[in-house]
């Protein structure tokens, strides 16, 4: 896990102050290795690479950025844990060292640009090849590891976090298409960031810079190819094998590893597969918030670790913290999204940096499995279409109202989401109503001067991904997870780099092993989601390694922050003087008058407040902050 940059003079003549650029790269990103630093230049200067080293494999030499034989150089940010494997098959005499960098390298040179379809692991690189005087680049499948863009016009950059890239984009405004994608799913869509000109590279696609032209392309997708021929044992099975052996590949490390540990299903998974695959020294982390039992699942968590007998050390977050440490989560973040889970994991990821450089979790079991509840509301109100249309049979539902009924307890908690779904366009086509679920900009209004956002509409570039070619127009349940693989993933993992990588801890994410994704898109949402019980296979499948009350316990609650609490309360003053500043005042694009009229008026676990909250935090951080970026490239790294 490190930090990467780099630079690429398109027309292939010399970038002034290369040095400069890259130190100042390479000093934005230190958080991510602070390990070891290292730089290449080309010996015309036309290109160069910045890393920051967080040593996992191979601790003595496996520094960066490295080269090979050929006159080819790498900067890698990630994990191969099939690294030990293709070593064997590329020959283990050709290697100098033992570092899954080298194997990359290696790959490229066998394999080409089809190298990234041998890779299993979480990855984003740059490889200068020399005699194609060619860039490539790559991201993982799943977006695990972050890559960032930008085209100057006469230069390419990239990096690991937008950050490295400030210094070097004409001036720190705020993207408009990106800001409305924000505004309804709290990410961003399509590649866009809430920076204008920053670009993100895609999970699953590679990207070319030959003869000063920039070419991007897919290498990998899910595809819901539904096997009907099997029974849920079967599935049950194959993922009681599937899941132990990405658990076993993602300890690969020669360091000690860890797990965060909240006490549901799909951390509680990873930390039990884990713990029996280790030698004792084993440790789990949790947060709770012990102010209240609304927002403390920790006992859980205590639970499994006294069952299997490892270690669990916890941490009690406090609105003392979020107002001390928020704006290191936003700064860190780079820019905000997805939900306040983001401060609470921080504050965990910053213990467990105490004890350990790498721990896995649980993220990406409830978008291949199906465990949101929103998948609840939304399929209700699907199977209530069916039955009063007479088209329940037509192939399109595997679950009845009937069969629905006894789950639809889960939906106590969701009463004000139900009102406001039902309120208008009841029974409309399935990507509309799924649209109006997630959709969370109708709250916003007088809040945000929405004249000056354009005519981009983010219902478009929803239902281009929602109405996939990749995915079957015969089950809404699949259209609606793969929509949240494709989106909201990304995102979530956003979150998962950025807060583990601000205290130099690598996050792990066995669920996101590519064998073990591609087989859960052949599950029939029948097995999946089977009457409207979420994930039912992944807990028939895991039963026999978690503890009775995991695996049936009703009231998971997903890292819940209690927010409201807070701005009301201990945070109230804080969050009065960020919204009355003379800068918040000022905003082109939002009326922070108004957000704060509304602090108080937010309903237990709203998202407006958050949303508005970040979203200042973020431009007093960055776009207030643009001169200190700029003034990077005027002295040097220790300024």
Not at 286 to 313: H, I, M, N, P, V
Request: proline share 4%.
């Amino acid at each position: 896990m490190c930090g990467i940059a780099g630079a690429l003079q398109l027309s292939f003549s010399e970038i002034p102050n290369l040095s400069q650029r890259l130190a100042a790269m390479n000093h934005l990103l230190q958080h991510r290795g602070p390990d070891g630093e290292g730089v290449w230049q080309h010996a015309r200067r036309c290109a160069g690479f910045a890393h920051r080293r967080l040593s996992i494999i191979d601790l003595s030499t496996g520094d960066q950025p490295m080269t090979d034989a050929a006159g080819n150089w790498i900067t890698y940010n990630g994990e191969i844990y099939n690294y030990i494997e293709l070593r064997e098959e590329l020959g283990r005499e050709n290697f100098q060292t033992t570092s899954d960098t080298e194997v990359i390298l290696a790959a490229y040179r066998k394999w080409g640009i089809d190298c990234v379809n041998h890779l299993r692991g979480m990855f984003a690189f740059a490889i200068w090849d020399e005699g194609q005087r060619e860039l490539f680049c790559a991201r993982d499948r799943f977006g695990i590891k972050p890559f960032y863009y930008i085209n100057t016009g006469d230069t390419f950059y990239f990096a690991s976090e937008v950050k490295a890239l400030l210094p070097f984009v004409p001036g720190i405004e705020t993207d408009p298409e990106g800001f409305k994608d924000y505004l309804a799913f709290q990410f961003c869509l399509a590649g866009k960031t809430l920076f204008r000109n920053v670009n993100e590279l895609l999970p699953g696609h590679t990207l070319r810079v030959t003869n000063g032209s920039v070419a991007i392309k897919r290498y990998w997708d899910v595809y819901y190819e539904l096997d009907f021929d099997h029974t849920p044992k079967y599935f049950e099975e194959k993922l009681r094998t599937l899941l132990p052996d990405s658990v076993n590949l993602h300890l690969r490390a020669d360091v000690p590893v860890g797990t965060y540990l909240s006490g549901g299903l799909d951390s509680s998974c990873v930390a039990s597969l884990a713990s029996q695959q280790t030698n004792g020294d084993f440790a789990a982390f949790t947060g709770k918030f012990s102010f209240s039992q609304d927002y403390d699942e920790s006992r859980y968590a205590r639970e499994l670790a006294e069952w299997r007998g490892f270690s669990l050390y916890e941490i009690d977050i406090s609105a003392a913290d979020f107002v001390e440490h928020i704006r290191s989560v936003i700064y860190h973040l780079d820019y905000p999204v997805a939900g306040p889970g983001s401060f609470p994991q921080y504050m965990v990821s910053q213990l467990a940096a105490k004890y350990r450089k790498v721990v896995l979790g649980g993220q990406c079991s409830d978008e291949i499995f199906g465990g949101y509840t929103r998948y609840l509301i939304a399929y209700f109100e699907q199977c209530l279409k069916a039955a009063i249309d007479g088209t329940i049979n037509n192939g399109s539902f595997v679950v009845t109202y009937e069969s629905i009924i006894p789950n639809l307890t889960a939906l106590r908690n969701y009463k004000p989401m139900l009102q406001e779904f039902w309120r208008d366009g009841l029974f409309e086509d399935m990507d509309h109503r799924y649209f109006r679920l997630i959709n969370r900009a109708p709250l916003l209004r007088d809040e945000i001067h929405w004249n000056l956002l354009g005519d981009y509409s983010p219902f478009e570039t929803f239902q281009s991904i929602f109405n996939g070619s990749n995915v079957g127009k015969e089950s809404y349940f699949d259209r609606m997870t793969h929509f949240d693989f494709k989106t909201l993933l990304p995102a979530l993992l956003q979150v998962e780099d950025r807060v583990s990588m601000a205290h130099g801890l690598e996050s792990r994410v066995p669920f996101l092993d590519h064998p073990l994704v591609e087989f859960a898109a052949t599950m029939p949402a029948d097995i999946k989601f089977k009457d409207g019980t979420m994930k039912q296979v992944l807990k028939n499948a895991m039963r026999p390694v978690l503890p009775e009350a995991i695996v049936d316990r009703k009231d998971k609650m997903g890292f819940p922050t209690p927010l409201t609490e807070w701005l009301k309360g201990e945070a109230h003053e804080f969050a009065q003087d960020l919204f009355s500043s003379k800068q918040a005042r000022q905003r082109d694009l939002v009326d922070n008058s108004i957000a704060l009229e509304g602090l108080t008026k937010e309903p237990k676990f709203g998202r407006k407040a958050w949303g508005l909250l970040c979203l200042e935090l973020w431009q007093q951080e960055f776009h207030d902050q643009e001169s200190k970026f700029k003034n990077l490239l005027n002295h040097d790294k220790e300024t």
